[in-house]
Structures are given as C-alpha cells and as structure tokens.
C-alpha cells in the first residue's frame, strides 16, 4: 500500500468535505486513481475515478455531488463530497485505478484484501 487517504471526519448532514490522497514514494501524474468507500457492514463500493490525463467517471449513485480531480504540483488526488447525508458515512479510500483509463474504473472486486490502504473515515451525524 502505497497512497495514503486523508481529510475525513465528523460532519453535519447537508455539510461537505474534501478528502485527500497521496503517495509519499512515487508520482500520482501518470496514474488512474479510483476513490471507493465501506459504510458499516455493508461491502466496499466505488465512487468515482480520474484518468491520467484527467478525464473523471462516476458511479450513479453519485449524482453531481461528489467530485474526484488531481493537482499534479502537490502530487494528490481529491475527492469532493458534498451534500452529505448520514448513510454517506464510512470509510473512503483511494487506490490506483488502471479500469479507469477504459471506463471501467471504480471496481472493489478486482481489488486484493491486502491492497487497500487504511482509509479515512467520514462520519455524518447531527
């Protein structure tokens, strides 16, 4: 594992978020990143992914509130939430996503238990 997630936390319903990903040993620029997310005893699902030259895909769930971009000057790849609501709460992760770069991105089964970072933990409650 080698990105790490950040950003996360207790927020109200209707409040917003910009979560945040990172890899302290290589370059995030050429890679298709994915965000993906576990709410309590429910399976991981995927968000959304970026390609490397940017273009984004999402899940239809998302519905325009959530937003996936990079900024290649500060090596992280983002994830905006917006709108949320107590049933978006769980653990969002991110990790490379080369099905983005064909539009099949955002996939949790072609990923190993192992793979996955430690995640940050968004918690939306009044």
């Known amino acids: 594992v080698d990105v790490v997630e950040s950003g996360g936390g207790l927020v109200q319903p209707g409040g917003s978020l910009k979560l945040s990903c990172t890899a302290s040993?290589?370059?995030?620029?050429?890679?298709?990143m994915g965000w993906f997310r576990q709410a309590p005893g429910k399976e991981r699902e995927g968000i959304g992914c970026i390609t490397a030259n940017e273009k984004t895909y999402y899940a239809d769930f998302v519905k325009g509130r959530f937003t996936v971009s990079r900024d290649r000057a500060k090596n992280m790849v983002y994830l905006q939430v917006n709108s949320l609501q107590p049933e978006d709460t769980a653990v969002y992760y991110c990790i490379g996503d080369p099905g983005c770069e064909y539009g099949v991105g955002f996939d949790p089964d072609l990923y190993g238990m192992d793979e996955w970072g430690k995640g940050t933990l968004v918690t939306v409650s009044s």
């Open positions: 040993t290589f370059s995030l620029d050429n890679y298709a």
